[in-house]
């Protein structure tokens, strides 16, 4: 007698024809679904800001389809319009602001090097401090190594400038499809996951939520945080001023230690190249404006969209620029929501004993979720 048997003979165990054929067809689905993402990895932070630009803009495209009825002439003047207000000096200040490291970078191996050097052993104190640096931690050579590394990523990110055109025009392209689409989009999502229409509407709020969190509590803060440091640096004659203003952008996105790895340094180094004043200057500007308009924006800015921990966060962000690059600022926070609302699910079905399959469409009663440990402390 063979394998397979019909499929009303349900006492004869699990592996039935139908069983064996479902599964094989999961399995062949789930190896498709992993081959489609091999494929969008390349335009994966494409994707992501075309997502993040759609939810960050809903408010005035809605105002903006009011206006004008056809869909496709409204999807195509909100993305002009994101063109030219957003994406296109964002991707040329980003090419200028390299193609400035790498100049900086290569000044400071030349002779303006060998001015700062011989700058900071002027001072008795100054040059007993770069002795020992030099003595325990090698700085010359951790200094070369790392601008040497910076250089080469610089210049080829500089030459890859067809590359950032590329995503630039890709993200724009997804743009005009979710503002079109969107509303298509979201709802055959609702109805893939396997979540009740309540559940799934949660899940699709936290993740708007959170992605408009991190545009209004992260990239708007950072821009605000870069744009006050950027003016001081000029202020104070900083070489490479417009280079660390964007740093200061990069570093501000991190949650904990945000802009004082950027204007902390360079504070010292004013200070050991004989600038006290200046030094003074930008330690205090740093802490009493860089380092505290977060604190005043934030709140203003989120609210309670961003209900995650510090902690969490940080590894969000970290761990997201680890595995995504420059995409995971945004995916990781949103795998964190979104792993965080699934828990909700789960304690919410299996509450008072109730199996998980049994979908409870009240709300939960008392106690603390599991994912409510994870929420913002703010």
């Not at 004008?68 to 994406?87: D, M, Q, T, Y």
């Not at 936290?206 to 803060?221: C, K, Q």
């Not at 030094?279 to 969209?305: F, H, K, M």
């Amino acid at each position: 007698m063979g394998v397979f048997v019909q499929s009303n003979q349900h006492d004869e165990g699990w592996f039935t024809r139908e069983r064996i054929l479902t599964s094989l067809l999961a399995l062949i689905t789930l190896l498709l679904l992993y081959l489609c993402f091999e494929m969008l990895v390349p335009f994966l932070p494409a994707l992501t800001f075309g997502l993040t630009l759609s939810v960050a803009t809903q408010r005035p495209y809605r105002w903006l389809r009011s206006i004008i009825a056809r869909k496709s002439l409204s999807a195509g003047l909100a993305s002009l319009f994101v063109a030219v207000i957003l994406v296109i000096p964002a991707a040329s200040l980003l090419a200028y602001g390299l193609q400035q490291g790498v100049e900086t970078i290569g000044s400071f191996n030349g002779e303006e090097g060998k001015v700062l050097r011989q700058s900071i052993q002027s001072n008795p104190w100054s040059t007993n401090l770069y002795h020992w640096l030099q003595e325990n931690f090698k700085l010359d050579e951790q200094l070369r190594s790392l601008s040497g590394s910076f250089a080469q990523q610089a210049t080829h990110a500089v030459a890859g400038s067809l590359s950032i055109l590329t995503q630039a025009v890709i993200t724009l392209f997804v743009l005009f499809f979710l503002y079109r689409d969107g509303d298509r989009a979201l709802y055959v999502f609702s109805k893939l996951i396997p979540l009740s229409d309540s559940e799934a509407t949660a899940l699709v709020n936290r993740i708007n939520d959170t992605i408009l969190a991190t545009v209004n509590g992260t990239f708007i803060v950072a821009l605000v945080q870069s744009t006050l440091a950027c003016g001081m640096y000029y202020i104070l004659n900083v070489p490479g001023a417009l280079l660390w203003g964007l740093s200061t952008f990069f570093m501000a996105l991190i949650p904990v230690f945000g802009t004082f790895l950027i204007w902390g340094p360079i504070s010292l180094l004013l200070f050991l190249t004989g600038y006290a004043l200046k030094g003074v200057i930008l330690l205090s500007y740093g802490v009493l404006a860089i380092g505290t308009i977060d604190n005043l924006l934030y709140p203003c800015l989120v609210g309670d969209r961003m209900r995650l921990h510090t902690v969490p966060t940080f590894f969000a962000a970290l761990g997201g620029i680890s595995v995504f690059g420059s995409a995971g600022l945004v995916l990781g926070p949103m795998i964190v929501a979104v792993t965080t609302a699934l828990l909700d699910v789960w304690w919410r079905r299996t509450l008072n004993g109730h199996a998980a399959e049994t979908v409870k469409m009240e709300n939960a009663g008392a106690g603390v979720r599991p994912a409510k440990l994870l929420e913002n402390d703010r």
